[in-house]
């Protein structure tokens, strides 16, 4: 509570809050998750015959697999 306050009051009084820094992903990574993510989209709709007839738990799985993989290829 006592450093809420504190950062408040440097807030109040126009000094900067250094949050801490968020990994960052480069543009050629970020390329990359995407390809991954229409192949395997793709590649879903060949077997299941369109992209209605996916189930949506693989649908899910796919969301988390990108997520993964885009956290994975953070610096």
Same mark, same amino acid.
């Given at each position: 509570?006592?450093?809420?306050?504190?950062?408040?009051? *440097?807030?109040? +009084?126009?000094?900067? /809050?250094? %949050?801490?820094?968020?990994?960052? =992903?480069? +543009? +050629?990574?970020?390329? %990359?998750?995407?390809?991954?993510?229409?192949?395997?989209?793709?590649?879903?709709?060949?077997?299941?015959?369109?992209?209605?007839? /996916?189930? =949506?738990? *693989?649908?899910?799985? =796919?969301?988390?697999?990108?997520?993964?993989? +885009?956290?994975?290829?953070?610096?």
């Amino acid at each position: 509570m006592k450093l809420l306050l504190e950062n408040w009051r *440097k807030l109040l +009084e126009g000094d900067v /809050i250094q %949050f801490p820094q968020q990994p960052k =992903i480069s +543009e +050629e990574n970020i390329q %990359f998750v995407i390809m991954v993510d229409s192949s395997l989209q793709r590649r879903l709709e060949a077997i299941y015959g369109g992209l209605e007839e /996916i189930p =949506i738990e *693989k649908i899910y799985k =796919i969301d988390e697999l990108m997520d993964a993989l +885009e956290n994975l290829l953070k610096k």
